[in-house]
C-alpha cells in the first residue's frame, strides 16, 4: 500500500490546540473535499464528511486537537505564566520551545527547585525574550494558547514528530477515505475538536450523526522500552485492536470483526489493553440508546511529549484494517 508520509508531515505541523482547530480543520477539508459526497461543521466545530453507502451507519473519528499551554498572567519583566490545555507533564516542558498561532517563539523554563520529580506547571514560566510587561502584551494576550515547536523527522522504520496524537490518526481517516470507492456502509468520517479536554467534540458529533457503528482513530501507548510498565503493545508489530481502557470496554462483536478481519487480511495486529486514558469512542459509545463502538489504534511512544515516535509499518497496517473493516458489510 502506498502511503505518502509528507501529508503526515503537514498534519503535524499545522496549528490546532483544543477549541483553536480552524487551521487544521481547513487543511483536512481541503485534502479531502474530492473524495466525499458531503462536508459539514457542526456548531462546536467538528469537520463531518460523509462518503455514501447504502449498509449500516459508520461513524469513524479522529481528533484534530493538540494539548497546549494557555497564557494566565503576563508579569512586569514580560514572563508569561500558564495552564494546561490537556495532558501537559512539567518535567517533559522544561526547557522545550513553544509557539503561538501569530507565531511568537517562546521557551518555557522554570523557578529553581530543590527536587526536579517537584515541579509544578505553577512553578514554570515562559520566556518570549520582552523585558516588559507592555513589549509583552503588544505580541501575547491572556488567553493565547501556545503549542510544542518541535521538527519532523523520519527514517526507514519510524517518523517522530511532535502531535502524532492525532494527527496520525486524522492521516489514517484521510487515507483509507481516499482508497475507499464503492462503500458497503454508509460512512462519516468526523475530524473531531476538544477531545484532550474530555471528548467534547465526539460526544456532539455523535449525537448529530446517530451512528449504528462507532469506530476511533488514535494513538496508544508502549510497552517495549528499557523498565517501560507491562503492556503488552510495541511499535511495529502491528496495528493495536483496543480491548478497553478508561472510557470504554469495545464492544465484543466489532473488537472480533476487526480481528477477524486482521488475520483474514494477513494484516499484523496485537491487543490492547490500556489501563489509562480513552478516546472519542468512549463518548460515541455511550450515545443515545448506545452505539457498538471499538478502536484502532496507533502505538505510538511518547505520547504528550514533544517528540512522539510511531511505527510507519503499523500506521500502514492500521490503514489496511481501517479500509477492510469498512469495504465489509456489518452484522453487528
Known amino acids: 500500500m502506498n502511503i505518502n508520509f509528507n501529508l503526515l508531515k503537514d498534519l503535524v505541523s499545522v496549528y490546532g490546540p483544543a477549541s483553536n482547530e480552524d487551521l487544521t480543520r481547513d487543511y483536512i477539508t481541503n485534502e479531502i473535499k474530492d473524495f466525499v459526497d458531503e462536508i ?16 449500516k451507519k459508520v461513524m469513524i473519528s479522529a481528533h484534530m486537537d493538540q494539548i497546549g499551554l494557555m497564557v494566565i498572567d503576563i508579569d512586569e519583566k514580560g514572563f508569561l505564566r500558564f495552564t494546561n490545555v490537556g495532558g501537559i507533564s512539567p518535567v517533559v516542558s522544561l526547557s522545550q520551545r513553544v509557539i503561538f498561532e501569530n507565531g511568537t517563539i517562546g521557551i518555557i523554563y522554570a523557578e529553581p527547585v530543590d527536587d526536579i520529580s517537584k515541579l509544578k506547571l505553577e512553578n514554570m514560566y515562559i520566556d ?27 527514517n526507514e522504520n519510524v517518523v517522530f514528530t511532535p502531535y502524532l496524537d492525532d494527527r496520525v490518526g486524522c492521516f489514517v481517516a484521510i487515507e483509507a477515505l481516499k482508497s475507499i470507492k464503492n462503500p458497503a456502509n454508509d460512512l462519516y468520517f468526523v475530524f473531531s475538536v476538544q477531545e484532550e479536554v474530555g471528548l467534547r467534540g465526539a460526544k456532539t458529533a455523535a449525537y448529530r450523526i446517530n451512528p449504528d457503528v462507532g469506530i476511533a482513530l488514535d494513538v496508544t501507548s508502549h510497552g517495549d522500552t528499557p523498565k ?3 503492556f503488552a503493545i510495541g511499535l511495529n508489530k502491528g496495528a493495536a485492536i483496543k480491548v478497553k481502557d478508561n472510557s470504554i470496554i469495545c464492544h465484543p462483536k466489532v473488537k472480533n470483526l476487526l480481528v477477524n478481519l486482521a488475520k483474514d487480511n494477513n494484516i499484523p495486529y496485537q491487543m490492547e489493553v490500556l489501563e489509562f486514558g480513552g478516546t472519542d469512542s468512549g463518548a460515541i ?38 479500509i477492510e473493516f469498512l469495504e465489509n458489510e456489518l452484522d453487528i
Not at 40 to 55: F, S, T
Not at 131 to 151: L, M, N, T, V
Not at 287 to 310: D, F, K, L, Q, W
Open 228 to 230: 517501560a510498565k507491562r
Open 40 to 55: 459539514e461543521v457542526d456548531a462546536l466545530g467538528n469537520l463531518i464528511a460523509r462518503k455514501k453507502g447504502a449498509g
Open 285 to 322: 459509545h455511550v450515545n443515545m440508546e448506545g452505539v457498538p463502538s471499538g478502536v484502532i489504534s496507533i502505538p505510538t511512544r511518547y505520547v504528550h511529549s514533544t517528540v512522539e515516535m510511531a511505527s510507519k509499518n503499523d500506521i500502514i497496517n492500521c490503514t489496511k484494517l481501517l
Open 128 to 154: 518570549i525574550g520582552a523585558f516588559s510587561k507592555e513589549e509583552a502584551e503588544r505580541k501575547i494576550s491572556i488567553g493565547d494558547i501556545c503549542i510544542y515547536k518541535s521538527e519532523y523527522v523520519e
